[in-house]
């Protein structure tokens, strides 16, 4: 069995040895973005590879053309960066030069494309169900147990939460590798989730295993089969529902995928991920994201090379779709905050906002080269629309040169008194005493 696996890598080294990945990026062609053409040897997963590198340096994909047909994969996509603007530096396209090109060949990987290897932290991953003050709590527990979140990421759907932290000790700022702490750790999380839904189970895993965050938040929730709607949420806002078909090409027996939604960030990747996660192979794919909607055209078999099966296994590529569509979905008025790092400055915007009586439904919290790089989705109370003079009381508070709002607070729609993506966040930003998150340490 292993001498049979070494033989097919080797073969495949031999054969991506004497076909080389090609990679032409062209500024010239295309008025209003940066065309990218990929050529390579095809094998299972590439594509997911490829958009990946593409996703994690932050660009936007407004148009992709993909043929994987038989032996050789050729695909051609059109980029920009967050401003819409043509990739001109030198140094990102020699990065993307030198990951997809020959010097890729032996280095990639589709468990490591993106990620750094490093012992510097230790990775804990969190299920469980949403509720109130979820990420509070989670938060206090590490800091009494002396643990730095040096980054974490955390995503709800469907009354779930999923989250990826890195932890550090506090006092030696390196992974914890204490087997005994590791355990109180794991059971102390355990506890905390174990709370509010009694049907769905709760799960804390402490690991030293390197992984990408996202990809991997896409599999716990999957595993956790969070893509089957709750039934209280079968008739809720049915109009922004993602349009998700799945129809058997007879002729050359593909399933064709067809899917329009609002486009987001990173859109191409979540579904990309979840088909190449499921076993599925992109054989052809059209996709055209430019202006606000973006529409996706699959091509696609099973990886032992039939079309969807039965209306059971359509039904579920559809409900897949959907929750990888949703899950990175964020509510709310977009708050962007620029600042020096100091100490206390999360508490401080936290408290302005909580003061404002606005809840948070998303946030993200970065430290970049002593800036602090936050971001934060909030609504009214109850889902209610942010008001102009709410916004400008914040702006007074926080600073009109730091502050940037995307978006009108006119614009917004009320959403579901009991939405569940508000849960997680709510009672992060309600809690008493700022000064206990693990998150205001590890960021401020």
Not at 61 to 85: P, R
Not at 261 to 285: G, N
Not at 419 to 440: C, E, H, I
């Amino acid at each position: 069995m292993n001498f049979s696996r070494n033989m097919d890598d080797e073969y495949e080294k031999l054969f991506r040895r004497m076909n080389p990945p090609r990679v032409v990026i062209d500024n010239e062609s295309c008025q209003n973005a940066t065309v990218i053409r990929v050529d390579s040897a095809n094998k299972h997963g590439i594509l997911l590879e490829v958009v990946q590198i593409l996703t994690d340096l932050n660009l936007i994909i407004t148009k992709a053309y993909i043929s994987s047909d038989g032996g050789w994969f050729m695909d051609v996509f059109n980029v920009t960066d967050h401003d819409g603007k043509k990739v001109t530096d030198e140094g990102i396209l020699g990065y993307i030069r030198k990951s997809l090109g020959p010097e890729s060949c032996f280095t990639s990987s589709i468990r490591s494309v993106g990620v750094k290897q490093t012992m510097e932290h230790t990775a804990i991953e969190l299920l469980g169900s949403d509720r109130p003050g979820l990420l509070s709590e989670v938060s206090a527990v590490l800091t009494n147990l002396k643990c730095n979140i040096v980054n974490a990421e955390v995503w709800t759907h469907n009354t779930r939460a999923a989250a990826v932290m890195h932890v550090t000790d506090e006092e030696s700022g390196s992974a914890i590798t204490d087997p005994q702490r590791l355990l109180l750790i794991k059971e102390l999380l355990c506890n905390v989730l174990g709370g509010g839904n009694k049907v769905r189970g709760a799960s804390s895993v402490v690991t030293e295993e390197v992984t990408h965050t996202e990809r991997r938040l896409h599999q716990m929730m999957f595993a956790d089969r969070d893509y089957e709607r709750v039934e209280d949420e079968e008739d809720v806002d049915e109009k922004s529902r993602p349009k998700v078909t799945v129809v058997n090409w007879s002729d050359n027996d593909y399933s064709v995928i067809t899917i329009q939604c609002k486009d987001r960030a990173k859109l191409l990747f979540d579904i990309v991920f979840t088909l190449t996660d499921m076993q599925y192979v992109v054989f052809h794919a059209s996709i055209d994201s430019e202006g606000p909607n973006a529409y996706q055209e699959y091509y696609i078999k099973h990886i032992d090379g039939s079309p969807v099966k039965s209306d059971a296994e359509r039904h579920r590529v559809i409900q897949c779709l959907e929750a990888a569509i949703k899950r990175r979905v964020s509510e709310g008025l977009k708050l962007e905050l620029c600042a020096t790092d100091r100490v206390g400055l999360l508490s401080d915007v936290t408290r302005i906002i909580r003061e404002n009586s606005l809840t948070v439904t998303r946030a993200e919290v970065t430290t970049k080269g002593g800036q602090a790089v936050n971001t934060f989705y909030v609504e009214g109370a109850s889902g209610c629309p942010v008001e102009s003079k709410t916004i400008e009381s914040i702006r007074h508070a926080i600073g009109n040169t730091i502050l940037k709002v995307k978006g009108k607070p006119e614009e917004l729609k009320p959403a579901p008194q009991d939405s569940p993506t508000r849960f997680l966040f709510g009672g992060l930003f309600k809690s008493r005493s700022f000064a206990n998150f693990g998150m205001v340490k590890s960021y401020s």
